[in-house]
Every structure is written in structure tokens, then in C-alpha cells.
């Protein structure tokens, strides 16, 4: 039954060092709050795993906190490279980072099987394709049924799935809508689960469509808001497109990425903190919205 508590107390007591960790969210609901915490509490030599990794990964990258990342694409969304994730690629700083590079299909069929207790999912894919040259989890099988090669890749089935939602009801269960990508699915495919949310109400008003994680599939609830700030959380605020751009100038050395990350990450106590550290900075400077 989801507990609702702190997200630093949550952090704490579900995030170890070496877990295997889903930070997931698709174009919104973005779990940069949590990703701050994981910075903050210094937790080291996590297997992280999302979709689409963009700055939060990047600043955890940077800030030490990975040694291995399965995705199927990263970057900056529109604009450009994610100039941490790159430098542990290409020079091991702060510390090498392996990856197991996946396409689109493959982990969206991965985390249903993760989510259904399977060990891997089969799927039509990687036909004239080079990364299974790239990446030995991808494997091949032949269909018992019709002599078919499919592909097989190992399900995902986190330690740890964290994600952001825009709310919950006081018995810990989630609300939910809009773009929606694998968020219902690394909950349900994680041991354990950590969802910050916008607020918490008396009862959920589910729109038609929306999803509702029950309480018992979640471990912690943690009230955070605008916790997916700079990406938006439909219904509650839009998207920071300035802060990606900065951001881009930010990462792209060490010394400023390493600067701002204490500054506005290390020394702040909480998100609200870290959201007043930015407000605080000149206009000339990066500001957050």
C-alpha cells in the first residue's frame, strides 16, 4: 500500500546504490524533482533505465550517480546533445557509463513484459538493423508455431520505477492524463515505486481515458509541485523551452555544469528550494519560468 511521505525520505529509504531505476515520463510528467533527490542523497552506481533520457539523466550522469543506462534515444528535445551523458561516453567523466542502446519497440514491448511477470518479450524488429551487432541482449528466436525469427530482449523490471503525476487521493492512489508513455507499466513491472504528484485531493475526478495506479501497486506518494518542472504537467503548467536551451550552454563544460549543479542543486534543501536558488538569478543569467 502506497505510504505518503516526503520525497526525501523516500528516496531514502527505497533508492540503494547499484539499484536498477526507471525514471520514466513522455514529453511531460518529466520526474525531475526525484531526479534532484537521487543528486542530492549521492546515490552511486545505479543501472538507470528510460525511453528517452534527456537533462535529468544528463544531470545525473554528470553528477555520478550512474554506471550503466538502457535507452532508445537521448538528447536535448529540440535542441541538440546531451553534452554530460556524451562526456561519460566519450572521456569516462565523471565515471564510465555503459550503455544498452534499444530501439522504441523494443522497450515499450520490454516493460509490458516486465509488467506481466515475464523474463523477456518477443517481437517482430531489428530486421536489417545494426544494433544487435551493438548491444548482446538482443537475441533471435524461432517461432514454435511458425518457424518465424523473432526477436527476444530481456523484459524491464526495475528495483525502482519513479515517475511524476498530477495527482493523488489520500489512500495513495494516482491519477494520470494526457500524453501518457510507460509510466503505468514500469510501475507495475518495479519492485518498489516512488510517484511525486502536483497535489493530493480528498477523490479523484478521472477524466475519460485517464490511468489510476491503486495504492497497492505504489510504495510512496510524495506532494511535489510543478516537480516536473522544466518539462509540463497537463492541466497544472507548460513547458520551460528557455530552460532547455540554457541548458544546453550550461552542461556543455564541466566547470559550469559542475557549478550550477551546486549551486541550485546540491546547496538547495528541496525542489521548492531549488525553484527559489533559480528565481534568484539575474535575467541575464538562466531563469526557470
Not at 533508492?15 to 520526474?31: K, Q
Request: aromatic fraction near 8%.
Amino acid at each position: 500500500m502506497a505510504e505518503i511521505t516526503t520525497l526525501r525520505e523516500a528516496v531514502a529509504k527505497l533508492i540503494g546504490d547499484g539499484d536498477y531505476v526507471a525514471c520514466e515520463g513522455f514529453t511531460h510528467l518529466i520526474p525531475f524533482a526525484a531526479g534532484h533527490e537521487i543528486i542530492r542523497q549521492e546515490k552511486r552506481n545505479l543501472a538507470l533505465v528510460r525511453m528517452t533520457p534527456d537533462i535529468i539523466h544528463d544531470q545525473m550522469i554528470g553528477m555520478g550517480c550512474a554506471r550503466e543506462l538502457t535507452f532508445s534515444w537521448g538528447g536535448n528535445p529540440g535542441v541538440g546533445s546531451l553534452h554530460r551523458f556524451r562526456d561519460a561516453v566519450e572521456r569516462g567523466w565523471p565515471a564510465p557509463l555503459k550503455l544498452y542502446e534499444r530501439s522504441h519497440a523494443d522497450l515499450a514491448n520490454a516493460y509490458a513484459a516486465g509488467a506481466s511477470g515475464l523474463p523477456f518479450a518477443v517481437m517482430r524488429g531489428y530486421v536489417g538493423n545494426d544494433l544487435p551487432k551493438h548491444n548482446p541482449q538482443i537475441k533471435t528466436l524461432i517461432c514454435p508455431f511458425t518457424g518465424e525469427t523473432l526477436a527476444a530482449v530481456p523484459s524491464v523490471r526495475p528495483d525502482v520505477a519513479v515517475i511524476h503525476a498530477q495527482k493523488a487521493d489520500r489512500k495513495g492512489n494516482v491519477l494520470i492524463y494526457g500524453i501518457v508513455g510507460v509510466q503505468k507499466e514500469a510501475v507495475l513491472a518495479a519492485k518498489r515505486s516512488i510517484v511525486t504528484v502536483e497535489e493530493i485531493v480528498a477523490s479523484l475526478d478521472a477524466p475519460r481515458n485517464a490511468t489510476i495506479l491503486p495504492n497497492w501497486v505504489v510504495s510512496a506518494v510524495c506532494c511535489v509541485p510543478r516537480g516536473a518542472r522544466p518539462s509540463y504537467a497537463e492541466g497544472y503548467y507548460g513547458r520551460d523551452n528557455k530552460f532547455y536551451s540554457d541548458w544546453d550552454e550550461i552542461a556543455r563544460e564541466r566547470e559550469t555544469f559542475l557549478a550550477w549543479m551546486t549551486r541550485h542543486v546540491m546547496s538547495t534543501t528541496d525542489f521548492a528550494d531549488y525553484e527559489r536558488s533559480l528565481s534568484a538569478v539575474q535575467p541575464k543569467q538562466v531563469s526557470h519560468g
